[in-house]
């Protein structure tokens, strides 16, 4: 996924502030994801659970990410100028609102942790927000390369 976000960052940097800083937020996004998970160059003690704060910081950057995509990004990329776009963006937006509600259920259950208590199923939880955010993250670069052919055409 880190490559992922590279890749879009070098084909769209300078390309607009909005996209610039949105990309730079998944990166740290995925940071953190990386380092919950135990992913190079992160690793950690397979059977450890994580620090409950560096579980409540990386839940804050989820909410940011995704709040940012759907109240300040979307709204920015949507330029619909053609039937194809349109018909584009309206078979994504349901896809990432399910990915919203991912997210969104992983923050319900691990941002208010109190102790290690909470943290039975993270793998697995972690693990399918992982995948989730993974198809999210290819579908708004599908919206940004829409927005950025059709801004320059």
């Known amino acids: 996924m880190l490559n992922q976000v590279e890749k879009a960052q070098q084909k769209w940097a300078g390309v607009h502030t909005t996209v610039d800083l ?7 996004l995925l940071v953190q994801y ?12 397979e059977h450890a659970l994580p620090d409950v704060d560096a579980v409540r910081e ?11 995509g759907h109240f300040e990004v979307y709204d920015k990329l949507v330029v619909q100028t053609t039937p194809q776009a349109e018909r584009l963006t309206e078979s994504l937006y349901p896809r990432i609102a399910d990915t919203t509600d991912t997210a969104l259920r992983f923050h319900d259950h691990f941002a208010d942790l109190d102790g290690d208590a909470g943290l039975e ?8 927000l992982g995948e989730a955010l993974e198809e999210r993250f290819a579908m708004e670069d599908q919206l940004i390369n829409l927005w950025h052919t059709e801004t320059v055409e």
């Open 22 to 28: 949105w990309l730079q937020e998944r990166q740290a």
């Open 58 to 68: 990386f839940c804050e950057l989820l909410m940011d990410y995704v709040s940012a």
């Open 121 to 128: 199923g993270f793998d697995q939880q972690l693990t399918v």
């Open 34 to 45: 990386c380092k919950l998970a135990g992913l190079p160059p992160f690793l950690h003690n």
